[in-house]
């Protein structure tokens, strides 16, 4: 509006079979058919979600917000897409920024149901993961998922994630309180002097 630019951080990385990218405002067509795909597959594995998330519509209040979070670098939410940039495979995002003396965050994600098996949510997150530790700073990047959840618990330890607790009725999951496994990933090569 009125010529500025938008503050907004643009982040686009690539992969073998990915492009990665925070998402904005145009990706409400996008992640609305994301949603709708995988709303059957996802139920077990995240939040009770309502109507809107599969409707570009419900996404557009949401993605206005997702705007701001990441201008005030206080979340940063991808999506990982074909080279083409016409379908989200998965979604990936990391929240709850804290810096100061910690210099965290905590991250989740999904995968579309047809790209399961295939690699795409390891090669994807390795990148954002990367971008978020030497762009970011993040020292510590915190990781949970449900005991049962195995494919999500050896994703992280392939990733890195070590497993530091377990915390009862932890998420509200698909209407019931979760326990989960906790998980974090520190930077080692993080230093003092380099921070933001």
Request: aromatic share 14%.
């Amino acid at each position: 509006m009125f010529g500025y630019r938008n503050a907004a951080p643009k982040v686009r990385l690539t992969t073998d079979r990915l492009v990665v990218r925070l998402v904005h405002e145009r990706d409400a067509w996008r992640l609305a058919d994301y949603y709708a795909e995988n709303r059957d597959f996802l139920k077990p594995w995240e939040p009770v979600r309502d109507e809107s998330h599969c409707y570009p519509s419900g996404w557009q209040a949401r993605l206005s917000m997702i705007n701001e979070l990441h201008k005030q670098v206080n979340a940063f939410y991808f999506a990982f897409l074909d080279p083409d940039e016409t379908e989200i495979r998965a979604v990936a995002n990391f929240s709850n920024i804290v810096r100061g003396a910690f210099h965290a965050c905590y991250l989740g994600y999904s995968l579309g149901a047809k790209w399961q098996g295939q690699g795409l949510m390891h090669e994807g997150l390795q990148s954002a993961i990367r971008y978020m530790q030497r762009q970011q700073r993040m020292h510590r990047i915190m990781a949970n998922y449900m005991p049962h959840n195995q494919r999500s618990g050896n994703l992280l330890a392939r990733l890195g994630f070590e497993k530091e607790g377990y915390a009862r009725k932890y998420l509200l999951i698909d209407g019931e309180w979760q326990d989960h496994i906790l998980t974090a990933l520190t930077w080692d090569e993080w230093t003092a002097h380099r921070q933001r």
